[in-house]
């Protein structure tokens, strides 16, 4: 009988590391669309500045 007690406790063991790692996947993600939304709004910040290159540089003629 002890050897069943001792495999529902490595199953529960198991089973709260995968939550741990489930929540730590959670977080993770959080953080990556805070990153991703901030690149995209300074990504948008640099599309409406007026680009001084293309005062300078006319580009291909055709």
Known sequence: M??????AAL???GV???GLMGARVLLATRE???QV???RRRLEA???APDRR???DP???G
């Open 37 to 39: 939304e901030r690149t």
């Open 46 to 48: 640099v599309r409406g």
């Open 16 to 18: 709260a590391v995968l």
């Open 11 to 13: 199953a529960l063991a």
């Open 54 to 56: 293309r005062e300078t």
């Open 59 to 61: 580009g291909p003629q």
């Open 2 to 7: 002890s050897w069943i007690l001792a495999a």
């Open 32 to 34: 990556l669309g805070r």
